[in-house]
Each structure stands twice: as C-alpha cells, then as structure tokens.
C-alpha cells in the first residue's frame, strides 16, 4: 500500500495544491484496513456500556428499580445522575438543559435514565431492557402543528430579520399570493455509528477515543461531568465514518458516558448503540413549517417577502438557535428582496433534539426561496429559469441581503447561463413539452436551481484554528490541527498545503490524529470551514519555520534572505540549490527551531444577532444544477434521469476531492428531499429507526447520467487558503433541482397552469397526491 502511495506523490512534481489526489486514507478504505475505534486492540480489562431509556415521550418518572438490572449475568455496575461527581448536563448551549440521565421530567421518548456496564456489550445491551420505570404519563408533542397548538413553546429566543417596508411593499405590489410549504427532517446516517472508548490513567486523567467533529467540547463536557479540569482529559480522533453534523454535538452523551463509567470501575469502558438506539436517541436535521407571502408584478419581480420559518426543534435547543438562525440567512438563496421581513420559530416538542446538519438550516431555507420562485413562475407563466434571472441580486441598490450584508462576489448569473449552455436546458424543456404531450402515463420534468450559501460559522467566536507542525532531521513533516476527517478529505487538502510550502512530497508529510492534547481550543469541523481554517493555520505554522530556514541560510551561506527560495525538492540558495532534508539538518545543527505553532482567525466577519445585522459570511460558494426527471402518474414513482452540475470551488485545493464532495453532497440531498421520510407515532416513538423503514439512496437512485464541472477560472476574491472555497455543504442545496424537476413533471398534468407545491420529501405518494390534486383543480 505505502508503493503504491508513493508513485502517486513524486517528490518535487509541481503544483501539488490544485492537482487531483486520491483521499490519504482511500486504499486502506477500499482495502478494509482504516482503523475506526471499534477497530482498536481491546486494552486490557475493557468493559462494555449500554444505556437504558425512557419508554414514554413525555412525564414524570415517579420511580426506577435497577435491582433485575444489577442481577443480569456479566453486569459490573450501574450507574444514574446520581453518580456523576461533577455535573449532570452535556449542553451545548448556556442554557443547561441537556442531563446525562433524566431524574425526574421525562421529554422524549428513548431519553437515557442509566448506564449498565458488563464484560460483554451484549450482556450490558440485554441487561439496560430490564429496568422497571414508573411513570406519570402526559400528552406529548410530537410535530410542529400540536407544537403552536399548545402555545408554541420555544427552546431558544428566535430571529427577525428586517429590511425596508414590507407591509407597504406588499400592498403596493401588483400582485400577492400566501402559501405554506412542509419541508421534512433527515437521519444522518453515518456508516460507522456514535461510540466512544474511554481510558482512565493516573490521577484523574482520561483519555477518550471518541467519533466526533467537535474535539474540544468533547473534552470540555467530559471534564465537566467528571468534575476535574479540561488538562485532565485528552479527546483524540484519527477518523469518522462519515459526521455530516451529527457528531459535533451529539457525541458528547456517549463520551461523557463512556468517561463516567470508567472513571468509577478504573477501568477502559466502550460504548456503541446499535443503529437503532443510535436512530432513537441521536437527533436529525431540523423539519420546518414555512408560511410565506409574496408581493411580485407580472414581469416576475419580486417585490415584498414575508415569511415564518418554524422549525420542529425536539426538547432542548442543542444547536436549534443557530440552525434556524441559518435558515433565515438563506432565504433569499440567490434572490435579491426589495422588502423582506423573516422570523424564525424554534419550536420545542418531545422528540429528540435535532442538531446539526449538512447545510446547518441553509438547505431549508433555501428550499422556501425556491417555492417563492416556482410561485411567482406559474402565477405568470414565465419560465421559472427566467423569474430567477429577474430576481438575482446584482445592480445598483440590490445588493443587500436581510442581514444587511453586501453581496460583492456575486456569480450566480454566469454560472447560471454556463451551465444552462452546457447542458442545453432550453432545447431540452422544449423537447420534454413536446414528448409530454404525448405521453398520457410517463411524463417528465426539468429544473435548473441555483445556490448561494454563506461561508463561515455565524458563532463568530468558533471562526478559528489552530495547528502545529513538527520538522524533523530528515527532512520529513508531522502535521497536527484542530480538523477532524470525516471522509470529507481534509486531512489531504492540508497535507498538501503543507508538502508545497516546503517544496517536499506528500509522502514525507505525515497525517496525524486531531487530538486536544497538542492543539487546544478548537473549533467544530463544521460549517464548510475545515480547509479555510486548518489550512491556513497550518500554513502558518510552515511559513514560520520557513522564516526560520531562510535567517539560517542566508547567514550560513552568507547571501540575502530574498535569495532564498522554497522550491520542489530542493532550496534555492544564492546560486546553489541544495535538497530540503540537508538544508534541515544544517538547521538543527545550528539549533534552529524545527517546529512551529499556527494560528488563523477569519477576518472581516461580525454579527449583531439582537439588530439582525452584519457581516456573518466571509465569502459566498455558488454552484447550479439542471436535473431532469420522470415520473408515474398512475404510481407516483419516478427516476431521475439525468443530471448536470456546475459549481464553485474558487480554485480547488484538489478537484478529485471536490468532486466527489459534490457528488455524494448532492445526493444526500436528493435523497433528504425524496426518499428519506421520518415518522413518529402519536405516543413519540419513532417509527423510522432501521434501515428498513428509512430510506436513504442506494447506488440505483443516482442520476443515471451524472455530469459534474467545477468553475473554472473563478479564485476566490477573498485571501482564502490558495483562494480556494469551501465545498462540504454547498453541493447538497444543488438536490433542490430534483425537488422542481418533480413538481415540473407533475405540473405537466394540468398543461402548467396550477403550482404542485410538492412537499419535501417528494415521495411516490407525495407525487401521486400532487399529480391528483392537480388534475382536479385544472378540472382535467
């Protein structure tokens, strides 16, 4: 495996940032070889946790006999809140309200009560389904419609944004319509589960294996839960099966377990749910309720917008402030309103707290500036291609957003007329009229969506990285940040920022696993941020250590700092080149420093939350695709045909990662808006806890033309690591193209006369309502 990696990195081939190399771990995950924590040798004397649940959604436990529990064959011990030597809360936010084990209200079913701890994980798993729990049962609320029935209570204080005179606005419109659109949640569905391995030392240390995207508040909570100080516990992370939100603050229950159980038996304790306790307990991506109005004129212009985002939040706020926050930061998506007005409502009900997710409330609030489109194109009977041309921001005096920032990399109208000319969108939809038209059974459909998503953690403070860069005497590098690899392909991006700093090969650089024993205070890898942020920390921490190497040659060799230069494989000093690993020896020799720390922080960026104003995004990612569909009309079944894609990349760190970061973002959100649907029952259990019941896309649902381009010649206006733009979240907003492609196919029932409003997730029997609800009102 290491040959083979060899030949792909030759020392001193040029512009290794920019070419397209295969992810460091790919032949150890083709080969089966990649090591996740199930994976690590069993330390000696490892024991097993389980957690046992609630059984009701909503109440009061009135009492917990754990006696049968303690009895079971292999049980070592048991352990409830009142266990845990420092506190009983694993919130990510201020407002405490997140225990580690219910002790008296109960609020969603499947909420843990205690942890059992055995030799085997199969006893712990047997012996958490014999605990005896009285309960004071109480209604429960389960979506959002009994959530405003009941008062709509919130978990978090909402959002306004605000920008010129609506209600004016809309009365001084031509035209107005109101309308309501339900877009549905979605299971993250990582392929290796949540689990932690946790190791107790000396004194009161801990070290915790854990699958997370958040290290550092890993390490924060399970210090806080054990009572001791954050030096005390060390969180280390080689790599995820896969994140996608879901573990930047979900996987702090199973640490922070995991760390209390062995801290008491002084022993190493596992914990991993199945997947369907993982299912039950973990929460998802957010479902929101958008009621909207629309003030537009007959050339398709927008005029006025008022929306409410309310959003199905679960039973603590969890990250549903800046998630909803995010929703309402993209509801314009690339579309420029004259006057708007936004609110959110982070709703509370008793299911599991949803979180993070890719996109972070971006794909829903973009999915409800789509339907504001598809409104106004069918209120007019204009392409809806057009209306979104119409409706872009660019021009004097639009080019502010809701929040008040000026939009100054605006590109979605090229991007939007190359793909267009790419793919041949108009000859297409003409020839898909045509075909339709005599086709009574199958009919087709075709849209073109664009995106704009905003880069940057709107939590101002998490825009920050750390990383730290070892040097060694021959001539071979150790790189550590604060980013986690999730399969995303970070770890690569910086190495090879690293490898051409120094003008080495990607062989001499060596990955190493985030840990918060070597760079504290990290942020989450989330929000698309991961290669801005390392990147540029750890090209800091060379450019510092290349400072240093230049002050010595220069001085050894007796020539002028500038004389000195970094090129592939070797050093140009004055008119001698000599190999980097000589010059590091000289260095040491010399008692130069040989390792450095960096350090990033995003410029520009500021956010007033309580005015609904500033400068929360760094830059914008664009991106646009055309995706056509065919559906049943007697079955409501479909397939999508074909797809195209064009997105920004600024100038790709490595085009082969993006690419397939693209692909596979597109079709986790083709399939939140298809396929997969979560279900709960009146009691607040969730029905779609299994592979068998959720459905999440297989190979056979991709498109089956799939054509992918990156932008090209397009960097990144802002200084950005090479200027480079993020790619992890952007490509899973291009899937709303599917969602109209559908409601396109439908339309074609009623010749495009009535709006479908297809919900998410559009699925065959979604599409079959639409296709019978149309057919009626166009008295078909």
């Not at 979900?250 to 209390?260: D, G, R, S, W």
């Not at 000093?573 to 960096?598: C, H, K, M, N, P």
Request: with cysteine.
């Amino acid at each position: 495996m290491a040959d083979a990696r060899r030949k792909l990195d030759i020392v001193g081939e040029p512009a290794l940032v920019g070419s397209p190399r295969i992810h460091d771990s790919a032949l150890k995950h083709v080969a089966g070889e990649a090591v996740y924590i199930d994976d690590v040798a069993a330390p000696e004397g490892l024991l097993h946790a389980y957690l046992g649940t609630a059984a009701i959604a909503c109440g009061r436990l009135l009492s917990l006999d754990l006696s049968e529990v303690a009895a079971a064959p292999g049980v070592v011990a048991v352990l409830t809140a009142a266990d845990i030597p420092g506190a009983n809360d694993i919130s990510s936010t201020h407002r405490h309200d997140e225990p580690v084990f219910a002790t008296d209200r109960i609020l969603f079913h499947g909420q843990p009560l205690f942890a059992v701890v055995a030799g085997t994980r199969e006893q712990a798993r047997r012996a958490a389904t014999l605990a005896k729990a009285e309960y004071a049962e109480e209604p429960a609320l389960i979506d959002i419609a009994a959530a405003h029935a009941a008062g709509g209570a919130l978990v978090t204080a909402p959002l306004t944004l605000r920008r010129g005179d609506v209600a004016a606005a809309m009365a001084a419109s031509p035209r107005r319509l109101k309308g309501a659109m339900t877009i549905g949640g979605q299971e993250h569905f990582y392929l290796e589960g949540q689990i932690a391995l946790a190791i107790p030392g000396e004194d009161e240390d801990m070290q915790v294996l854990v699958s997370t995207q958040h290290p550092s508040e890993v390490q924060h909570m399970v210090a806080a839960v054990l009572g001791v100080g954050s030096h005390a516990v060390t969180v280390e992370v080689r790599r995820m099966g896969g994140g996608f939100g879901g573990k930047e603050t979900q996987a702090n229950l199973f640490a922070c377990v995991a760390a209390l159980c062995a801290r008491r038996l002084k022993r190493p304790v596992k914990l991993r749910p199945d997947r369907d306790d993982d299912m039950v307990l973990t929460g998802k991506r957010h479902d929101f309720v958008v009621d909207y109005e629309i003030g537009f004129d007959d050339e398709g212009r927008i005029h006025a917008v008022d929306a409410v985002y309310a959003a199905r939040c679960g039973w603590n706020a969890d990250l549903s402030g800046p998630v909803t926050d995010r929703a309402l930061f993209h509801m314009d998506n690339c579309y420029f309103y004259p006057a708007v007005h936004a609110r959110s409502e982070p709703l509370f009900t008793n299911t599991c707290s949803n979180t993070a997710f890719r996109g972070f409330g971006g794909p829903q609030g973009m999915v409800g500036a789509e339907r504001l489109i598809e409104e106004v194109a069918f209120a007019t009977g204009l392409d809806p291609v057009e209306v979104r041309k119409r409706n872009l921001y660019g021009g004097v005096g639009r080019d502010l957003t809701p929040y008040h920032q000026t939009v100054e990399d605006n590109i979605a109208a090229e991007v939007i007329t190359e793909l267009a000319r790419r793919c041949d969108y108009q000859a297409r939809k003409a020839a898909i009229r045509q075909a339709n038209a005599k086709s009574p059974i199958i009919k087709r459909g075709i849209a073109l969506t664009p995106v704009k998503f905003g880069i940057s953690f709107t939590a101002t403070w998490f825009n920050q990285a750390g990383a730290l860069v070892h040097v060694y005497t021959d001539g071979t590098v150790s790189l550590n940040h604060g980013g986690t690899e999730m399969g995303q392909g970070l770890y690569i991006k910086v190495a090879q920022v690293v490898a051409q700093a120094f003008g080495i090969g990607l062989d001499q650089v060596k990955i190493t696993a985030t840990t918060t024993g070597k760079v504290p205070n990290t942020s989450a890898t989330a929000a698309s941020s991961g290669s801005d942020l390392n990147g540029m920390a750890a090209l800091d921490a060379c450019e510092t250590i290349k400072t240093r190497l230049t002050e010595f040659a220069a001085k050894h060799w007796q020539e002028r700092p500038e004389e000195v230069a970094f090129l592939p494989g070797r050093v140009k000093v004055g008119a001698r080149e000599i190999g980097f690993r000589d010059l590091v020896a000289a260095a040491y020799l010399a008692r130069v420093q040989l390792s450095a720390t960096g350090f990033y922080a995003t410029p520009k960026i500021h956010w007033d939350r309580q005015a609904g104003r500033g400068h929360p995004f760094y830059y914008f990612a664009y991106g646009a695709a055309a995706a056509e569909v065919a559906i049943d009309t007697l079955t409501g079944e479909y397939k999508v045909e074909r797809v195209d894609i064009l997105h920004d990349c600024g100038q790709s760190l490595n085009p082969a990662i993006d690419k397939g970061q693209i692909e596979g973002g597109f079709v986790q959100g083709m399939g939140w808006l298809t396929t997969e649907e979560l279900a709960w029952d009146a009691k607040g259990r969730l029905s779609t806890h299994a592979p068998s019941t959720y459905k999440i896309p297989v190979a056979s649902d991709r498109p089956r033309i799939f054509n992918v381009h990156l932008l090209e010649n397009a960097p990144n206006r802002e200084p950005t690591i090479h200027r480079s733009k993020a790619v992890g979240e952007p490509p899973l907003m291009l899937a709303i193209s599917v969602l109209h492609a559908l409601s396109d196919a439908v339309a074609s029932v009623g010749n495009h006369r009535i709006c479908p409003r297809l919900d998410a997730p559009a699925t065959p029997e979604r599409v079959l309502d639409a296709v019978d609800r149309v057919r009626a009102e166009a008295n078909l």
